[in-house]
């Protein structure tokens, strides 16, 4: 019987590679150069992911208009 178990990483495979990569300090000019990189990679991402639903739904700006002006919180009663 095998009693090894893995242990759960606290971090994922990129923030591991970012760990290793900046392990040592760098001047805040290089950190907010770094930080807006890194925040413009997400947004670009997210947008990726956000027109592939859009053109998988087929949804126009006409939808969205809608979609703004519904109220799609669910009411819970007291």
Do not use: C, H
Not at 2 to 31: C, G, H, M, R, W
Not at 44 to 66: C, F, P, Y
């Amino acid at each position: 019987m095998n009693d090894t178990k893995e242990i759960a990483q606290p971090f994922n495979k990129v923030q591991l590679d970012l760990l290793q990569l900046f392990s040592f300090d760098i001047p805040q000019e290089q950190y907010e150069v770094l930080r807006k990189i890194l925040l413009r990679f997400k947004a670009e991402v997210l947008m990726d992911k956000a027109d592939k639903i859009w053109d998988e739904k087929g949804w126009t700006d006409e939808d969205i208009r809608q979609m703004l002006q519904t109220k799609m919180r669910t009411s819970y009663q007291r």
